[in-house]
């Protein structure tokens, strides 16, 4: 047995470096090759047809039969030029990651068996029904005729992977609701479009159109595939149920930023040439902090198609892991005592005519259109804390989340010196010198300059989970595999509700007789001094801060099924139902798909670690107690009894020690099994999630503290799991 984890030891350390041949051509030349861009469109759709698809994306429109039509024929030329036969639609259900069911182009020429030719439908391109059933749908799919069908989302390129060509596009039921994260995400980026325009416009009326950007910066564990194999837990659930920490791991930090290892180096290579084929705009790479922890991100572009990317990307990481012997772990905890893996959104709006929002401005009018939108995120942020919180909430995250490394499972702002002088000194200002009106007549910030040094701002906070970063927000709670949609959607939508409220508050104002300048300043001040409580830029791993937060009234729940209940509050729905994202009857479905997935990801867990205890570790521990028993026998058939004793002291006492911690294991084992049964018959999904959670998860951290203790104390050549420094340092 135990030499199975050896023989992989031996594999992993003799491999060599995948050799990685780059492209031909130069980067710029054949980025995007695979993707079926606005150049390819134009190249591929007559004139007329591309002006018409450039309309309806810009406004965000459906396309009607006929041009679909014509779209998929430019589109299936393209396609089988780069040697496409299939084409599949490519959407994003309530899984992690995406889904996809491959058709061959293929159908009859004419009569069945009249031979056939290769076809792409307009139709097929701008609906279809998968066979997708199985897709968690939280009971909106229940009943037969709420079916699901796929739409194309014509803002997001087409492209072709192997032989198929993908069509990104929307997941939803017949009677209309989401099924997925796109289409909601979609919503979310045309509400916070609107409510933006109509803040920016009160500061340039040319601004006719607001986009949201995201960078993400995905981080990841790579493991040999050969010990990979040997470790039932990470195959089954994606983290290490069991496992003593290597005596040395992260605490010299000589692994962040350090050389990148030669098979890892490959890796990236690789994985850099497949990302750029896809359009994918990578641009750093390097260690981590933890051994085997790595990171990568692109350049920043507009969030639902940098979403997608990070969708394709992570589907192109796990494939090209297994070129180079490795297994790609995207789980957020897969190490215990170890860093953990997120993924930071840097999240920025900008307008069509070019300006950061974000970004302190140039001039004096676009310091105040800045902050105007800096104090309307602190805004949105604190009345929705709790639910930007459930955005990215799993069972995975929450083992990162408030552990000593990752943000603390309470969200907060941090905004650096700068923009927070510049925030009170506008509370503590009057009207008259705090905004002022130009020459020009454009509004401007009189109280307070921002200094440029703001663009290099270096004392950034790691531990706040939604920092100011000089011209954009990076929200770090993320988890590293989610789907970067679920907290954009969120986020988004909290920030178009709150600029709607703006508009109108000021609009009311105005309405009522005070000067616009006057009326923004007031809301402003209001607003500043609301929202005080979720800025915080001290230590957010502090115990103070625990206490400081839950005093100012944020949200400190830590109980994931709990946390989803965020959700599903009045005045959530309200919200999500003003901006048009979700509808109430989405919102409860969600949620019991969220509730569900939390108790099947805890109950697989639970019976692994059961497997794990019962034919790993007891067996082998019992194993060597024979093996010290016979020694302790012998002693007594060789010397006197006193001297057997005296001889056999050390070995009797670890004897001893195996029998205690396999009775506990065994004992908590059956405990388990006991909690899970009861559990099980628990019907309501939210009410099972919680108690999974509050009578389940307990039984794991004890579990294994037995099971490593006894990992430290048997035998290394009989364990058969590989150990932690074998998984963290073999590459
Ligand atoms: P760090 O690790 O210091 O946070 P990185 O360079 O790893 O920085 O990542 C920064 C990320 O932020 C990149 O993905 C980058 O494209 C993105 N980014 C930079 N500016 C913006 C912006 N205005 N809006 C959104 N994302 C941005
Ligand atoms: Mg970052």
């Known amino acids: 047995m135990a030499n ?60 009607d039969r006929d041009l679909a039509s014509h779209v998929a024929a430019g589109m299936k030329m393209w396609a089988m030029e780069l040697g496409a036969t299939h084409y599949t639609h490519w959407f994003q259900p309530l899984t992690e990651g995406s889904a996809e069911k491959h058709d061959s182009f293929i159908e009859y020429k004419g009569a069945p068996g009249s031979g056939v030719i290769e076809e792409l439908s307009g139709k097929l391109l701008a609906q279809q029904e998968p066979d997708a059933s199985s897709f ?9 005729e709420a079916r699901g069908y796929t739409a194309w989302d014509p803002s997001s390129p087409a492209f072709v992977m192997d032989d198929t060509l993908c069509i990104p596009t929307v997941f939803i039921s017949y009677t209309g609701e989401a099924l997925d994260y796109k289409t909601p995400l979609l919503k979310a980026l045309s509400a916070v479009d609107k409510a933006a325009t109509s803040v920016c416009q009160m500061f340039d009326p040319q601004v006719k159109k607001v986009y949201s950007y995201l960078g993400w910066e995905q981080e990841y564990f790579l493991v040999d595939d050969h010990l990979y194999a040997t470790r039932p837990d990470l195959m089954l659930t994606g983290r290490t149920l069991l496992g003593h920490e290597s005596a040395k791991n992260q605490q010299l930090d000589d692994h962040y930023f350090g050389s990148i290892p030669t098979r890892v180096q490959a890796y990236m290579k690789d994985l850099e040439f497949e990302g750029y084929k896809f359009g994918i705009p990578l641009k750093t790479r390097h260690n981590e902090v933890a051994p085997n922890q790595f990171e990568l991100a692109p350049i920043y572009g ?46 920025s709006l900008g307008t069509d005519t070019g300006v950061g929002l974000l970004t302190p401005g140039k001039t004096p009018e676009e310091n105040l259109q800045f902050i105007t939108f800096v104090v309307n995120i602190l805004m949105a942020l604190y009345k929705n804390n709790a639910l930007l919180k459930a955005s990215i909430m799993t069972a995975q995250n929450a083992h990162r989340l408030g552990a000593n490394e990752a943000p603390p499972a309470i969200i907060s702002a941090f905004l650096g010196t700068q923009v927070t002088s510049v925030l009170d000194k506008l509370e503590n200002s009057t009207s008259e010198d705090a905004i002022v009106m130009d020459s020009k007549h454009k509004l401007s910030l009189g109280v307070a300059k921002i200094p440029e040094v703001l663009l290099d701002n270096t004392d950034r906070n790691r531990t706040s989970p939604f920092a100011f970063t000089g011209n954009r927000f ?51 001040k209001e607003y500043i001094k609301a929202s005080k409580p979720i800025r915080f830029d001290g230590n957010g791993y502090s115990d103070e801060w625990k206490a400081e937060a839950k005093k100012r009234g944020l949200d400190c729940e830590t109980s994931v099924p709990v946390i989803y209940d965020a959700y599903v509050k009045p005045e959530t ?29 805890i109950q697989i867990e639970a019976r692994v670690l059961g497997d794990l205890v019962m034919n790993h570790i007891i067996p082998v521990a019992t194993h060597y107690q024979s093996h010290l028993l016979d020694n302790v026998y012998k002693m007594q058939q060789v010397y006197d009894k006193e001297k057997a004793a005296k001889l056999s002291v050390h070995n009797t006492e670890i004897i001893e020690e195996i029998a205690e911690h396999i009775s506990v294991i065994k004992k908590q084992v059956e405990k388990l099994v006991e909690a899970r049964k009861v559990v099980n018959k628990i019907e309501d999904e939210r009410k099972k999630a919680v108690a999974y959670h509050d009578q389940v998860v307990p039984f794991f951290d004890e579990i294994r503290y037995h099971t490593d203790k006894l990992e430290l104390i048997v035998d290394d050549e009989l364990w058969t799991l590989p150990k932690y420094r074998e998984l963290l340092f073999v590459r």
């Open 573 to 601: 729905i309200k919200m999500f139902q003003q901006t048009g994202v979700f509808s109430e009857r989405e919102l409860h479905a969600r949620n019991e798909v969220k509730w569900e997935t939390y108790t099947k990801k």
């Open 136 to 144: 968690p749908s939280g009971g909106i799919r229940n009943t037969f």
């Open 302 to 347: 507009e969030t639902n198609l940098a979403v997608d990317q990070n969708l394709l990307l992570m589907s192109i990481m796990k494939k090209v892991a297994r070129r180079h012997g490795f297994r790609l772990l995207l789980h957020e905890k897969p190490f215990a005592g170890i860093n953990g893996s997120g993924k930071h959104n840097n999240w």
């Open 474 to 524: 990076e929200f770090r709670a993320v988890g590293s595999s989610a789907n970067c949609a679920s907290a954009m959607i969120t986020l988004n939508a909290i920030v178009a509700a709150q600029l709607v409220e703006f508009t109108e508050a000021v609009a009311k104002k105005v309405k009522d007789g005070t000067a616009k300048n006057k009326a923004i300043f007031d809301v402003l």
């Open 4 to 63: 199975l984890r050896f023989k992989a030891v031996e594999e992993a350390f003799e491999k060599k470096a995948v050799e990685v041949v780059a492209p031909s051509e130069k980067t710029s030349e054949y980025f995007g090759k695979y993707v079926f861009n606005k150049a390819q469109l134009e190249k591929y759709l007559s004139k007329e047809t591309f002006k018409t698809l450039m309309g309806v994306i810009e406004k965000g429109e459906t396309l």
